[in-house]
């Protein structure tokens, strides 16, 4: 029931959230997520990390080499190996930012919503 209601009105669900001042999942409003980061996880990288900002953990893992421009581009680089290219690259980075945008909007139209007129 909760989930439709988050769905269906998000403004009023986050709403009662503050009204409380608690997030939906029981921390305190200015109580950030435990977080933890390790460098060095992959032994097989040149450099790696592993990131856990509560119930997410991502992990990255660099491995790189010196290797010769091409002589097309000699003043350019490139990434080998990369499973994207430059063009879904930037899709993802444009999806990230659009995203931070509604979410911030979200936010700031139920902080502007509970303020004393």
Do not use: W
Request: aromatic share 6%; with cysteine; hydrophobic share 35%.
């Amino acid at each position: 029931m909760a989930a439709g209601f988050k769905t269906v009105e998000p403004l009023e669900y986050y709403r009662r959230f503050l009204k409380e001042n608690c997030r939906p999942d029981g921390r305190e409003l200015g109580e950030f997520r435990t977080t933890t980061v390790n460098i060095g996880s992959i032994s097989t990288a040149d450099g790696s990390a592993l990131v856990k900002l509560g119930n997410t953990t991502v992990i990255c893992g660099v491995k790189a080499e010196f290797a010769a421009p091409s002589t097309d581009a000699p003043d350019k680089g490139y990434v080998g190996g990369s499973g994207l290219t430059g063009a879904k690259l930037q899709d993802c980075m444009s999806r990230a930012v659009t995203r931070h945008k509604e979410v911030k909007k979200l936010m700031d139209e139920v902080i502007k919503s509970m303020k004393p007129k």
